[in-house]
Nanobody, 123 residues
Framework: QVQLRESGGGLLQAGGSLRLSCTTS????????MGWFRQPPGKEREFVAG????????YYADSVKGRFTISRDSALNTVYLQMNGLKPDATATYYC????????????????WGQGTQVAVSS
């Protein structure tokens, strides 16, 4: 069983930066592809960024490309999402997820989920 826990959310003004962390149990991300998703209030959950099982490949939604960075620290069993240039439309609950298979941008392909951390960006 893979356990994920997100942290790092908060309230900030547009243009600011925030780093989200996803702490995993054991070496979850070494045998799973990892993804960050977000769910804005009243909307569907959407893909934000992903990391292949090898850690060699990263993937981003077009809306965040160039501003967000996904990375991992093997020693700390943690996956990060660095978010720069935040806009009000980034307001959402952010979720970390793990897929036992390969990377996918579909939330349906992920097997494990964290509880989420909230991010609110004011204009």
């Amino acid at each position: 069983q893979v356990q994920l826990r997100e942290s790092g959310g908060g309230l900030l003004q547009a243009g600011g930066s925030l780093r989200l962390s996803c702490t995993t149990s054991g070496r979850a991300f070494k045998s799973n592809a990892m993804g960050w998703f977000r769910q804005p209030p009243g909307k569907e959950r959407e893909f934000v960024a992903g990391l292949s099982r090898s850690g060699n490949n990263t993937y981003y939604a077009d809306s965040v490309k160039g501003r967000f960075t996904i990375s991992r620290d093997s020693a700390l069993n943690t996956v990060y999402l660095q978010m720069n240039g935040l806009k009000p439309d980034a307001t959402a609950t952010y979720y970390c997820a793990a897929s036992k298979t390969y990377f996918s941008s579909s939330s349906k392909d992920y097997d494990y989920w964290g509880q989420g951390t909230q991010v609110a960006v004011s204009s």
